[in-house]
């Protein structure tokens, strides 16, 4: 059963997802919260498996309510999925930098946002490679964030290769075809890569591949 938590401060939204939710055998809705203060109580309450994030909120918006919940050690084991009014809007790259897993529009289909959790629960990221493109041309045309020398030093030149295909946006079967190797190897390297970073999952590999430089904000894939 994956347990959820809903966070949003308009009442006719989160009974709508909790509807769709609780019809489904494998989802629980197990709390709300109507803005991102009480998120966090909630979420230590409940120790859900998933938060479905707000971003703009009173009191605390998602972006701090997401740092918060993911920087809290008795929550290490919550995922965090943003709710977003549009395909791609300007608090996108901060959600993800917060600790975020990925992102959902407020319009998705109904299966596609449940289908969408599960993926998540299963420890991927929910970014498509389109999305993750956009991303990297148009929010992240600043300054790289210092990183420690020795956490790049630590990946092999195979895996700095792997990791900045995954900033591009590439699934592990297209990773492979990329380096004519089997999926499961690049699986293998893409795990190993999260491992000696440090980063809770593929979205946040993605945000450490273009903070180091592994990818370039403007440069497009050859």
Known sequence: MIRVLLVDDQPLIRAGLRALLDAEDDLEVVAEAEDGASALEQAVAHRPDLVMMD????VVDGIEATRRIVEDERLSSARVVVLTNYGLDEYVFDALRAGASGFLVKDTEPAEIVQALRVVADGDALLSPA?????????????????SVSTLEALT?????VV???GYGLSNDEIAERLVVSPTTAKTHVSRAMTKTGVRDRAQLVVFAYETGLVQPRERES
Request: hydrophobic letters at 50%; proline letters at 10%.
């Open 55 to 58: 971003v703009q909120m009173p």
């Open 131 to 147: 999305i993750t493109r956009r991303l990297i041309s148009e929010f992240v045309a600043r300054p790289p964030e210092v990183v």
């Open 157 to 161: 030149a195979r895996e700095r290769e």
């Open 164 to 166: 900045a295909l995954v």
